[in-house]
């Protein structure tokens, strides 16, 4: 007898869940009326982000001398493409213009020296042990936000507390926990994958004859998540504010997020994702085009959801930084700690947190990196319990332990 989980598999259905209660739509009324919950964001940065030419130290001189070609002119300078001034002596790279009134007016904020205390310079085992919170660690098996979604069970959550905008499931949503993985809203639906339409004709008549009141409920709930996002019609959809997402995987994933919170749809927890960040050569220009889409993508969610970003908060990341020595291709290599942005209504925005380590020869990270003083597990870490109010967050990171005294207090009590 082929068992639910099979069905849910093997039809390519992209609900990943055991624990779904019936009774869909009344759940989503109630999300729509109720109180709104907190909701946080998750962006990946695929490739290694170059912090230190995302938010610039260009109060350091080292920094100069690191980078003669491909360093962000000081804002002093005047020159075409300098940066963006913070705080004298951190500045943003002129790209992310977008998000300059959003930083001053004290929604948005950056971690400096942050990132993973394990030294491989792989892009899978990094971004793995980022996903997984788990440094160093390559059997974990389930990642951070499913383990959350764990710690903090729901009863009446909707199939949708945590979706991801990417075809599959990442790695951070991996789990026992529900979650939803969707490329896109509208092709949210039963699929055959490599089997054939009758299998999937089966799996809606076992679904609807069954004596078995959780796989009959289960089979009503899945049909009825399916019809729900068909009727948000997502190509109708209209940003608020005259936001203006950008045409791009990041754009068009933050702007279905936020389609989802408006239509009440029960998200908590929602993750997006963006590639090439893994200059080698030629770093400049594409890292103008990487920040440009972040910059726009981002100050697009913010206004398309207004007042709705005070329950908001949106973390960026990225598996590692780069070099602090630019190489012999105008670009940089895998490099070590990296810088990470936060925002959002509960953000104490318009400053550059954690402890700036120095780029002098002495203070770099084995000779040639960015050192580490900020954990990312302590920046995850104060996002669940300072916003999402995760009572006990020890089981989201297993093997370590946080404490607020490591914490960077860059949300509102």
């Known amino acids: 007898m082929y068992s639910r989980r099979f069905f849910l598999k093997s039809s390519g259905l992209a609900l990943v869940s055991l624990g779904f209660e019936p ?39 080292t920094y100069y001398d690191l980078r003669p070609s491909i360093a962000i002119p000081a804002p002093a300078s005047k020159e075409e493409r300098s940066a963006i001034d913070l705080d004298g002596f951190f500045g943003l790279h002129p790209a992310l213009q977008p998000l300059v009134e959003l930083y001053k007016a004290g929604h ?26 788990t440094p160093g660690v390559k059997s974990t098996r389930d990642g951070w936000l499913n383990r959350y979604l764990a710690a ?35 092709d949210f639906d039963l699929k055959a994958g490599p089997y054939s339409d009758a299998v999937l004709s089966a799996f809606a008549s076992m ?25 948000t019609n997502p190509a109708r959809y209209e940003p608020a504010g005259g936001a203006n997402y950008p045409r791009s995987p ?16 029960g998200v908590e927890v929602a993750f997006a994702e963006t590639g090439g960040w893994d200059h080698h050569t030629n770093e400049t220009n594409q890292l103008v085009q990487r920040l440009t889409d972040l910059g726009q993508s981002l100050a697009a ?17 990225s598996e590692f930084g780069r070099t602090a020595r630019e190489n012999g291709n105008r670009g940089t290599d895998h490099g070590h700690a990296n810088d990470m942005f936060v925002l959002g209504g509960p953000v104490r925005g318009g400053k550059v947190y954690g402890k700036w380590p120095g780029l002098a020869a002495e203070q770099l990270y084995e000779g040639r990196d ?20 995760l009572k006990n967050p020890a089981p989201v990171f297993p093997g370590y332990t946080l404490s607020k005294e490591k914490f960077r207090g860059f949300l509102s009590a």
Do not use: C
């Open 370 to 389: 960015l050192a580490l003083t900020t954990d990312f597990r302590d920046v995850f870490g104060e996002v669940l319990a300072g916003h999402l109010r």
């Open 301 to 317: 969610f913010h206004r398309d959801l207004g007042d709705r970003m005070a329950d908001i908060v949106v973390v960026t990341m």
């Open 23 to 61: 009774k869909f739509f009344g759940r989503i009324a109630a999300a729509e009326t109720g109180k709104k919950g907190k909701i946080l964001v998750a962006i990946f940065q695929r490739g290694a982000a170059d912090g230190l030419n995302v938010v610039v130290p260009f109060g350091e001189k």
């Open 152 to 186: 903090n069970p729901d009863p009446a959550a909707t199939p949708f507390r945590a979706v991801s905008m990417t075809v599959s499931m990442p790695r951070s949503l991996q789990g026992k926990a529900g979650a939803v993985a969707m490329g896109n809203i509208a």
């Open 250 to 265: 990041l754009g068009n994933g933050l702007r279905q997020v936020a389609q989802l919170i408006k239509a009440g749809a």
């Open 207 to 231: 679904y609807a004859r069954t004596t078995n009141v959780m796989l009959r409920s289960t089979g009503q709930e899945t049909f009825e998540a399916v019809e729900f996002l068909k009727k």
């Open 108 to 133: 948005l904020a950056a971690i400096h020296a942050a990132g993973s205390p394990d030294n491989t310079r792989s892009h899978f085992d990094a971004q793995d042990y980022m996903e997984s919170a």
